[in-house]
């Protein structure tokens, strides 16, 4: 059957491999609304070439020259968070990819799951910032929340295989990013341009960076707390730095469930679009034989404290998982500017955490409260430079 999609972040890594896997099987998907930030050239090939009816873009300025550029064009030109809601609740939908970076998505993310919107999740900070409150809502409207994110698209796969009631646990892979193999010492030293060198995978800068720190494992902690509804002393984290399993699940019986694949999130996103069906020759075949080697390490959380300083937010609780995820987002802005560096990320985080005392999340609005306390405070401390004097 055909699926109607829309896509928050359109012209983003995961946005863009959306419409990749859209164009391989057009019999299959439909684009009916896309929204993006303000890549108005790209967003305009988009629309020529798949034809929504609605489309989103930040700020007005951004709407007034994409109006201009498809004059005579069918179609829909809004702008701001009205205008994401608009294309992430779109009556004509029947999946919403929620694909923007950071919290920016929750908002729109949580008007299509109201809009009873099956919702293919790549957004790992909307279930960080609002698990709880988030998965209270899909089970409330009844609605589908399929991961994205390629280690949580994993775990879904393996825990076909058993019952949730014989979960051991959960085991995330990670690749280790770019300094697996950096001693301490020279953490400090590294630059923007070697931490968004990813071994494995091309995606987003943010991502990319958050690959380099661990953070991306412990964001990912935190979206499989809530996904899949465990405690996090059933969620470890194990260095796979080939990146062919994806993640596994252990059951009590000691039999471990594994998915593999090519690193290409063709597959996770076109598992999530067409589930419970799976589309002949979506990502490129595996080769064992070549692959050969497959390797396991436990992390270092010395050399990597975000990751910690995660399993620590997931234990704190209420809004501490937002404060953790903004002062993390503040912290690898400034890092991409180069303001920053490297081992500040975690001393941000670390130092906005520890000002922060977590109360709960009842509503969009208390978490929406968290993130911006945590992006005030982290701003702060990396202007009076806090966090340099304390190394
Ligand atoms: N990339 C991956 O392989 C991967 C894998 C798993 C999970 N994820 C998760 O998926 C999400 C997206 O990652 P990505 O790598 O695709 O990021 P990305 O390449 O940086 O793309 C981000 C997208 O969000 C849009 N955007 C950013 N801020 C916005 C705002 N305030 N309002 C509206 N749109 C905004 C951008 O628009 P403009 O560019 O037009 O400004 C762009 O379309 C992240 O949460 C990431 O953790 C990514």
Request: aromatic share 4%; net charge neutral.
């Amino acid at each position: 059957m055909m699926k109607r999609i829309s896509i928050l972040g359109s012209t983003g890594s995961i946005g863009q491999s959306t419409l990749s896997v859209v164009e391989k099987y057009p019999h299959r998907f439909k684009i009916v609304a896309l929204a993006a930030g303000n890549n108005v050239m790209l967003l305009e090939q988009q629309v020529r070439q798949f034809k929504p009816t609605v489309v989103s873009v930040s700020s007005e300025d951004s709407a007034e020259i994409l109006k201009k550029r498809l004059q005579g064009f069918r179609v829909r030109v809004l702008s701001g968070i009205e205008g994401m809601i608009q294309v992430a609740a779109t009556d004509d939908a029947d999946v919403t990819v929620s694909a923007i970076v950071g919290t920016a998505g929750l908002v729109p993310t949580m008007a299509a799951i109201r809009a009873g919107k099956r919702i293919a999740l790549a957004n790992k900070e909307v279930l960080v910032t609002a698990g709880e409150l988030v998965m209270h809502e899909c089970r409330s409207k009844k609605i589908s929340l399929l991961p994205v994110d390629s280690e949580h698209s994993a775990i879904f796969q393996c825990l076909l295989a058993g019952e949730n009631r014989d979960i051991k646990q959960l085991i995330l892979t990670a690749s280790g990013g770019p300094f697996r193999c950096l001693a301490k010492e020279d953490l400090a030293g590294v630059t923007m341009a070697q931490a968004l060198k990813h071994p494995n995978w091309s995606m987003g800068k943010k991502i990319t960076v958050d690959s380099a720190t661990l953070m991306n494992k412990g964001l990912e902690v935190i979206e499989a707390r809530w996904l899949f509804g465990l405690p996090p002393e059933k969620i470890k984290v194990l260095v796979h730095p080939q990146s062919i399993i994806h993640s596994m699940v252990e059951y009590r019986d000691g039999a471990v469930v594994a998915q593999l694949g090519m690193p290409d999130m063709r597959g996770p996103i076109a598992y999530a679009l067409s589930y419970p069906d799976r589309l002949e020759g979506v990502s490129p075949e595996l080769d064992l034989a070549r692959v050969g080697t497959l390797t396991f390490e436990e992390p270092d959380v010395d050399r990597f404290p975000c990751l910690v300083y995660a399993f620590d937010a997931l234990k704190a609780g209420g809004t501490m998982p937002a404060v953790l995820s903004a002062a993390n987002e503040v912290a690898v802005r400034h890092f991409l500017d180069e303001k920053i560096g490297y081992v500040d990320i975690a001393r941000v985080v670390k130092s906005t955490m520890d000002a922060h005392q977590p109360s709960a999340i009842r509503t969009v609005e208390d978490a929406l409260k968290a993130d911006l306390w945590a992006r005030k405070k982290a701003e702060n401390l990396i202007e009076t430079g806090i966090t340099r004097q304390s190394m």
